[in-house]
């Protein structure tokens, strides 16, 4: 008992030395990880955030909070939940809102949306479902949107932004399709991305692939944590940043 208290008291206050430990004394990297605690303790308080997937502004509404001085900009595409992500931060001057969804090409596409009352509201995608039906039986496709789509390299370059100290990523399987169709993943710090390893979504590149990928651009895991039969977040961050 005294132990498990220790180890939270670390989790909770020192998550670098929680991710040390894990990694080096267990010698496992698939754990799970608070990624807010971890941003509270290393993100640059003037940080430079980019989100993508905001859904309902729950993430969102934690960096503007925690972050005062921060340059948040949040990406949904989905009309009803773009509707409450806007309500949502309409307080924060640090928030500014987009009605896009990155994508390998800047265009016009289909989202295809769940039922936004259910647990899954966040499962929105470009792609056609096609695992997830099974990984979640109970989950509903019953809708459809067009969407604008817009790439990473020419959102930053519209908004003059000339570098990003966190790229937060629940694409619901696009996240390959972006950074791979990236010039600029270099000027990224951090990526904390949603990952596969089934393909939940018709054509998805899945985790193995995108993790070569980012090694080969200089990335390092940070933390895995890939606690679900289809998946779960990873935290990638560029060695050539301090």
């Not at 990155?102 to 647990?119: C, G, H, Q, R, V």
């Not at 496709?141 to 570098?163: A, G, H, R, W, Y």
């Amino acid at each position: 008992m005294i132990f498990k208290k220790v180890i939270n008291f670390i989790y909770l206050n020192f998550p670098n030395i929680y991710i040390y430990l894990k990694k080096n004394i267990k010698k496992q990297i698939n754990f799970p990880m608070n990624p807010h605690i971890f941003f509270k303790k290393n993100l640059n308080k003037n940080a430079i955030i980019v989100e993508a997937g905001a859904a309902d502004g729950w993430d969102t509404l934690f960096f503007a909070k925690e972050f005062p001085n921060a340059s948040i900009y949040s990406l949904e595409p989905v009309k009803e939940l773009h509707e409450t992500l806007t309500k949502k931060t309409s307080n924060f001057t640090n928030v500014h809102i987009f009605k896009l969804a990155f994508d390998f090409k800047s265009d016009n596409s289909i989202i295809y949306i769940p039922n936004l009352e259910s647990t899954y509201y966040g499962a929105a995608s470009l792609l056609l479902p096609d695992e997830v039906l099974n990984q979640h039986p109970d989950i509903d496709f019953s809708k459809k949107e067009n969407v604008q789509t817009i790439t990473l390299d020419e959102f930053l370059l519209n908004q003059n932004i000339n570098k990003i100290d966190l790229l937060w990523f629940d694409l619901q399987g696009k996240e390959p399709d972006v950074l791979f169709a990236s010039k600029k993943i270099h000027l990224i710090n951090y990526i904390y991305t949603e990952v596969s390893v089934v393909s939940n979504y018709k054509n998805q590149k899945l985790y193995p692939e995108l993790k070569k990928f980012l090694i080969n651009h200089n990335f390092k895991i940070i933390f895995e944590d890939i606690r679900w039969e289809d998946g779960g977040n990873v935290l990638f961050k560029n060695k050539k940043f301090f």
